[in-house]
């Protein structure tokens, strides 16, 4: 909901996303179910941890966190969703970036839905994810200006013409 009330409650639960400016719809969650075709079923009647949430320990030693990304374009096709991931192992923290691209590559897609489960998942350390969300590179708004006035071969090629808008989720945690 776009209330007050309801967007207070949805920060201080710190299940929010963000967006470097349009207004791509974003959904990001953690399951134990292995079972469920998630993409389709949306999350509902699952048990999950939202976006902002701390999930618990696994009930069993080899279960491994899924994470479901659902992502709605809003006037620009999506190109890619990326998981970030991050785990403190021996005192140092190690990243990685998992990316998933639109079926749609040259285009892009309209929605995109990814499931992935960490392969890595160890229950002993804390580690952290999020989404993130790219949309097709589009021009920069100075690009649109000088192809409007004829004088784009007065901007040095060294400047990117480009610029690739994205949507990130809050992460979601675990604390052993």
Not at 62 to 79: C, E, G, H, I, Y
Not at 101 to 109: C, E, I, L, V, Y
Not at 154 to 161: A, G, L, Q, S, V
Request: hydrophobic fraction near 35%.
């Amino acid at each position: 909901e776009n209330t007050r009330t309801s967007i207070f409650a949805a920060l201080k639960r710190r299940e929010t996303y963000a967006s470097s400016g349009p207004r791509i719809r974003l959904r990001f969650f953690q399951t134990w179910n292995t079972q469920a075709n998630l993409c389709s079923a949306g999350g509902t009647g699952i048990v999950k941890t939202p976006m902002g949430g701390v999930f618990s320990k696994p009930k069993t030693a080899n279960s491994k966190p899924r994470f479901v990304v659902q992502a709605l374009m809003d006037q620009t096709r999506l190109a890619r969703i990326d998981i970030v991931t991050a785990t403190l192992k021996e005192g140092k923290m190690v990243q990685r970036v998992l990316r998933f691209p639109a079926k749609d590559r040259k285009n892009g897609d309209t929605s995109m839905c990814q499931v992935w489960s960490d392969p890595s998942f160890q229950s002993e350390s804390p580690t952290f994810w999020y989404a993130r969300v790219l949309e097709q590179p589009t021009p920069r708004w100075t690009m649109q200006d000088c192809q409007k006035l004829g004088n784009c071969n007065k901007i040095p090629k060294k400047y990117n013409r480009m610029l690739q808008q994205r949507a990130w989720s809050s992460p979601i945690w675990y604390h052993p």
